[in-house]
Each structure stands twice: as C-alpha cells, then as structure tokens.
C-alpha cells in the first residue's frame, strides 16, 4: 500500500516528500503518506474558498451531495475497513463498524433542518433570525477514530455550506486520503480537500488566513496551541480534547452486570477512545466481586492483530502512545498496586498491551489522575458517595462519567452532579448522531453533533426588515416606548 494521494481542488497535486505509515500491530512501516508542502496547503484553502463561493447556495444540492458520500462509504466499506485496520489497528469488523458510522452520520446530517427563527413579526418589522456558513474550516483529527471523527465535522460542516480542508493524524492519514479519493466525483472540487503531514501541517493551518473555524480532535495539550493559534484572527474553534471519564458504581448495583458492561466501555479500541471509562469507582461492599468480574473479563478476552476474525482488542496504535501506557502502568505498581489482570506488554513485535486491571490505586496516582488512553483500568474503592462525587469531580476533565445502579433515580441523581459533557446511567459511551458531544472544563470547548453541532459551523445572523420605513425609530425598536 503505498498508492496514497492527497485531494486538493478534487485532484491529486503532484507528489513531493512522504512519510513512512506504521502497521501498531508488527511495528513495520507498510505504506507511505504524502507529506504536504506549504504551497500546497495554500492550493488546499483557496480551493476551498472558490469552492465555497457555489458551495453554500444550493441547499437541496448540499443535502443530496450527503447522501451520495454515505452511499460511497457504504459501497466502498470493504475496501476501506482493511486499510483501517492496518494503520489503527482496531478489528476488521470494528474497522468496517467504523466506516458505516461515519456513512450514517452523513445520512442524518443530510436530513436535519438548518433551524431559523421569526422572532417579531408585528406593524413595525419582521425580524428573523437565521444561520449562515463561516467559510472556510480546518479540521485536524486524532488516531484512535480517524475515519468517524473526521465525519463528525465533514457532515455538518457540509450541510452548513462550508467547505474544508481535512489534516488526519500523521498517525492513521490513509483511510481518510483513500475516503477522499473515492468521494472527488461525488463532490464539487475543493469541497473536500485532504492533506496529509505531521504536527506542523496543524499548526500551519490553524494560524493561516483563509479558514475562519477550526474544528479540532485530539489532546488536551495541543487543543491549547489550536485556541492560542485560532485567536489572533478570531477563529471560531470546537475543541473536542480528552477526557478521564469515572464510572462510579452504587451499592446497589449487580457486580457481575455492572462489570461486563463497564470493561466493554473501558477496553473498546483497547481503551482509545475519548469518552473511555478511564477510572472506577466501587463501594467497599462489591469491590471484590467488580475487581472479580473485571479480572475475568480482561483475562479471557482475545488481543491480537486485527486481520484475525477472533481479534476482539487491537494493539495500541503507536509507539509513544504505548510507552506512555507502559510508563504509567509501571508507576502505579511501583507505587504499591497490584495487576488482577495483564500488566505489562505482551512479548511480540508490535504495540501490544495486556489488557490490564489495576487494584490498590488511589486519586494521586498518575493513572487515576491522567487520562491512559489504553488498555489499563484503575479500579478505586470508595465509602462516602458525597466524596467519590467529588472526587470524580476533582480534575481538569470534564468529557463524560457514569453511574451504575439498581434504583435508576438515584443513578439519576448521582450523575446528575458529574460535571462532564455526557452522564451517562447504566450505560456510557452511548453515542449517536442527534446526541450533543463535548466537554466541560479542559475536556473542549463547543459541540459536535445533533442541532447543536451543526450549529457550530454557522454564524447567526438576524435579517431585521422594517416595515415603516422610516429609518431607525427607536420608538418602533421597542428600546424607549
Ligand atoms: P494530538 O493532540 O497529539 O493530535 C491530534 C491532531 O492534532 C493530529 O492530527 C496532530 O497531527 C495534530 N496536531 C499536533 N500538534 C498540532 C498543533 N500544534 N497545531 C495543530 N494541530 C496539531 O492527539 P492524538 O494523540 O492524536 O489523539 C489522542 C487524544 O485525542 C486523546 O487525548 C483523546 O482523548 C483525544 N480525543 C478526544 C475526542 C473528543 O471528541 N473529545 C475524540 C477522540 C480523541
């Protein structure tokens, strides 16, 4: 695989350097990115920009160029999910869950109403209040759902009447250049352009002229450089960074319930996923029978690499990534606590990770304070619900949190007090299209999906049309009577 091209202006630009895509489950280079130039990236906004000048006039022509891409991404499943696969690592079937996902977000960006508002419509005006498109978008995207992620924003952004110009991970850039490529006879060109290259592609497009939003997913840390960089021009920004999501469960809850349910939330994409559970909290009472649960979960579930049909839980998509897991995982059993399950990497090529239970952690420990974003769960016992609130509280991140419990109106009441995003009961990384995502404190700023994504990717303007005639009357305005 090394086939690989950029869009700009629905065509491939001439190739100049790349960079090497690594397979996380061998650790051996097997394709390579184009790497783009400055120049380039210029072609890619004013493309964009031209683009957008038609682009936002044809509404119907927005939603049904929609329908079409998820027809595409459907059509062509089968072909993307392996590519996926070999650069991620996830399981082929969640690779092709992956592709289908980012389809259905089409689907229903394509039919949601762009709202608009009446607001006074009396003897002296009609003011109504409507939502236009910023322009221009740069939109940068992480590693552990590239494809989706990259959705998440190209479906509203779409439907708004923008266009933009789209930077993966330098990590996973191959699904979405291929997504590209497979979409230049579906949409105008210039719509959608992709450009492929490391850090430093980011930061160029967040500080260039053109785009006038910057739609970000990725860290906490660089989401800081985006805001600082977005900010000289007043960018919009949506920042959606990372999250330390609790699950605390209730004295009431069924352990071995509660337990299937929350691995399946913790270890989904071996852990790499924002809104991940990253740390649980447990009642002195079923610590035992949840570390229990866990620990058989963790310790029958199969890892390996993600061609194989058995394959429930890939490898940890790259290296730095999987020395940060194995640097925490190592300071918290340092430090006293003690591996149920797993522990260590597994001893063959690649970035594999023993899906890993962790008792005798407390807040304080790097692993319970930080996001992992891998397949190592803290477990935490606690006595007072008024404290474990707190504690689940007690932190920069605000992404999401769970709460597990037979009597679901105290569940209620408990995650009525998270501070995230998401509080999810008796469920958590319940996600769908219409749904608000986003994150309280350093966790983003903004929202994706539902009304309120699309949202995002408008300006709002209010068309005041008098109906006096007279000029400004203050007296009419309704501001001295
Ligand atoms: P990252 O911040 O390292 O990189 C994300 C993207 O930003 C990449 O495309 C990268 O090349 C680019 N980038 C790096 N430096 C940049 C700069 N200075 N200016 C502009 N762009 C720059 O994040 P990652 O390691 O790829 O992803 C993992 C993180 O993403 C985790 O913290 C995870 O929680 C978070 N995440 C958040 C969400 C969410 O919706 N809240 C979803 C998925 C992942």
């Given at each position: 695989m090394?086939?690989?091209?950029?869009?700009?202006g629905?065509?491939?630009?001439?190739?100049?350097?790349?960079?090497?895509?690594?397979n996380?489950?061998?650790?051996e280079?097997f394709?390579?990115?184009?790497?783009?130039?400055?120049?380039q990236?210029?072609a890619?906004?004013?493309s964009?920009?031209e683009?957008?000048?038609?682009?936002?006039?044809d509404e119907?022509?927005?939603?049904?160029?929609?329908?079409?891409?998820?027809?595409?991404?459907?059509?062509?499943a089968g072909?993307?999910?392996?590519i996926?696969?070999?650069?991620?690592?996830?399981p082929?079937?969640?690779a092709?869950?992956?592709?289908?996902?980012?389809a259905?977000?089409?689907?229903?960006?394509?039919?949601l109403?762009?709202?608009?508002q009446?607001?006074?419509?009396d003897e002296a005006?009609?003011?109504?209040?409507?939502r236009r498109p910023?322009?221009?978008?740069?939109?940068?995207?992480?590693?552990n759902f590239?494809?989706?992620?990259a959705f998440?924003?190209i479906?509203?952004?779409?439907l708004a009447?923008n266009?933009?110009?789209l930077?993966?991970?330098?990590?996973?850039?191959?699904?979405?250049?291929?997504?590209?490529?497979?979409l230049?006879?579906?949409?105008?060109p210039?719509?959608?352009n992709?450009?492929?290259?490391g850090?430093?592609?980011g930061?160029?497009?967040?500080?260039?002229?053109v785009?006038?939003?910057?739609?970000f997913?990725?860290?906490?840390?660089?989401?800081?450089l985006?805001?600082?960089?977005a900010?000289?021009?007043?960018?919009?920004v949506?920042l959606?960074l990372?999250?330390?999501?609790p699950?605390?469960?209730l004295?009431d809850?069924?352990?071995?319930v509660?337990s299937?349910?929350?691995?399946?939330?913790a270890?989904?994409?071996?852990?790499?996923v924002?809104?991940?559970?990253?740390?649980?909290?447990?009642?002195?009472?079923?610590?035992?029978?949840v570390?229990?649960g866990?620990?058989?979960?963790a310790?029958?579930?199969?890892m390996g690499?993600g061609?194989d049909p058995?394959?429930?839980?890939?490898?940890?998509?790259?290296?730095?990534?999987?020395?940060?897991v194995?640097?925490?995982v190592?300071d918290?059993?340092?430090?006293?606590a003690?591996?149920?399950?797993?522990?260590?990497?597994?001893?063959?090529?690649?970035?594999?990770?023993?899906?890993?239970?962790l008792t005798?952690?407390?807040?304080?420990?790097?692993?319970?304070?930080?996001?992992q974003f891998?397949?190592?769960l803290?477990v935490?016992?606690?006595?007072d619900i008024?404290d474990v609130?707190?504690?689940?509280?007690?932190?920069?991140y605000?992404l999401?949190?769970?709460?597990?419990?037979?009597?679901e109106?105290?569940?209620?009441?408990?995650a009525g007090?998270?501070?995230?995003g998401?509080a999810?009961?008796?469920?958590h990384?319940?996600?769908?299209?219409?749904?608000?995502?986003?994150?309280?404190k350093?966790?983003?700023?903004?929202?994706?999906n539902?009304?309120w994504?699309?949202?995002e990717?408008?300006?709002?303007?209010?068309i005041?049309?008098s109906?006096?005639?007279?000029?400004?009357?203050?007296?009419?305005?309704?501001?001295?009577s």
């Amino acid at each position: 695989m090394s086939d690989f091209t950029m869009t700009i202006g629905g065509a491939a630009p001439d190739a100049t350097d790349s960079f090497g895509v690594i397979n996380p489950a061998n650790g051996e280079v097997f394709a390579h990115a184009p790497e783009c130039t400055p120049a380039q990236l210029d072609a890619a906004f004013d493309s964009a920009a031209e683009a957008q000048r038609s682009w936002k006039l044809d509404e119907s022509a927005r939603r049904a160029a929609l329908l079409a891409v998820a027809d595409v991404l459907f059509a062509q499943a089968g072909d993307l999910a392996p590519i996926l696969t070999a650069e991620q690592g996830k399981p082929l079937a969640d690779a092709t869950m992956e592709i289908y996902a980012s389809a259905i977000w089409c689907q229903y960006f394509a039919n949601l109403e762009i709202a608009s508002q009446v607001i006074q419509d009396d003897e002296a005006a009609r003011v109504e209040v409507v939502r236009r498109p910023i322009g221009v978008v740069a939109a940068i995207t992480p590693w552990n759902f590239p494809l989706t992620l990259a959705f998440w924003k190209i479906a509203p952004a779409l439907l708004a009447g923008n266009t933009l110009v789209l930077k993966p991970s330098p990590f996973t850039p191959l699904t979405t250049l291929k997504t590209a490529e497979l979409l230049r006879d579906t949409l105008p060109p210039g719509v959608l352009n992709v450009v492929s290259g490391g850090d430093q592609l980011g930061a160029w497009m967040t500080g260039h002229p053109v785009p006038r939003k910057v739609s970000f997913t990725g860290s906490i840390a660089t989401g800081k450089l985006v805001a600082a960089s977005a900010a000289p021009d007043l960018k919009r920004v949506t920042l959606e960074l990372g999250g330390n999501d609790p699950a605390i469960v209730l004295d009431d809850a069924d352990p071995a319930v509660v337990s299937r349910a929350i691995f399946g939330a913790a270890f989904l994409n071996s852990g790499q996923v924002c809104s991940a559970v990253k740390r649980v909290y447990v009642p002195e009472s079923l610590y035992d029978a949840v570390v229990e649960g866990l620990t058989s979960e963790a310790s029958s579930v199969r890892m390996g690499d993600g061609t194989d049909p058995d394959t429930k839980l890939g490898p940890i998509n790259n290296a730095p990534q999987f020395e940060r897991v194995k640097g925490l995982v190592a300071d918290a059993l340092s430090k006293g606590a003690v591996a149920t399950a797993g522990g260590k990497a597994m001893e063959r090529p690649g970035y594999f990770f023993e899906p890993t239970i962790l008792t005798g952690v407390s807040d304080g420990t790097a692993i319970v304070d930080e996001e992992q974003f891998g397949p190592a769960l803290p477990v935490i016992s606690y006595r007072d619900i008024d404290d474990v609130v707190e504690r689940a509280n007690g932190t920069h991140y605000g992404l999401s949190g769970s709460v597990w419990g037979a009597d679901e109106d105290r569940a209620g009441e408990v995650a009525g007090r998270l501070e995230c995003g998401t509080a999810w009961i008796n469920t958590h990384l319940a996600l769908s299209p219409q749904q608000p995502f986003g994150g309280f404190k350093w966790s983003g700023i903004g929202i994706e999906n539902g009304s309120w994504g699309l949202s995002e990717f408008t300006e709002v303007q209010a068309i005041h049309r008098s109906k006096t005639g007279d000029g400004l009357n203050l007296s009419t305005a309704g501001i001295v009577s």
